[in-house]
């Protein structure tokens, strides 16, 4: 089974930009669909972005479509979010997650239930 660790989350001020990387480790991540998913303390886990196993398919939530961007480098073993013009409400802990075997190539999951491999998180501070 993969792990995931993420990085590349600090602090920024807003209308700056930052790019998370999840890398995986102990097994190849080409056999996952991956996801980005967000957290607040006292607040629900929020998806945020999640890319098929090709890579040829992604969703974003509607609130970040054409801020954030998810990619990813197989060969690299890498996902990436690239965040741009960040508001101070962007603020969170950021985790990358992975789902094995997905339904096909191009699939996407948004739901958090779907996803059972987790990183340990990065938090991203946007001031104002």
């Known amino acids: 089974q993969v792990q995931l660790v993420e990085s590349g989350g600090g602090l920024v001020q807003a209308g700056d930009s930052l790019r998370l990387s999840c890398a995986g480790s102990?097994?190849?991540?080409?056999?996952?669909?991956m996801a980005w998913f967000r957290q607040v303390a006292g607040k629900e886990r929020e998806f945020v972005a999640s890319?098929?196993?090709?890579?040829?398919?992604?969703a974003y939530a509607d609130s970040l479509m054409g801020r954030f961007t998810i990619s990813r480098e197989n060969d690299k073993n890498t996902v990436h979010l690239q965040m741009s013009s960040l508001k101070p409400e962007d603020t969170a802990i950021y985790y990358c997650?992975?789902?094995?075997?997905?339904?096909?190539?191009?699939?996407?999951?948004?739901?958090?239930?779907?996803?059972?491999?987790w990183g340990q998180g990065t938090q991203v501070t946007v001031s104002s």
């Open positions: 997650a992975a789902v094995s075997h997905p339904f096909t190539d191009s699939t996407v999951y948004r739901d958090s239930i779907r996803y059972k491999i």
């Open positions: 102990g097994s190849t991540l080409n056999t996952y669909a």
């Open positions: 890319i098929s196993r090709s890579g040829e398919n992604t």
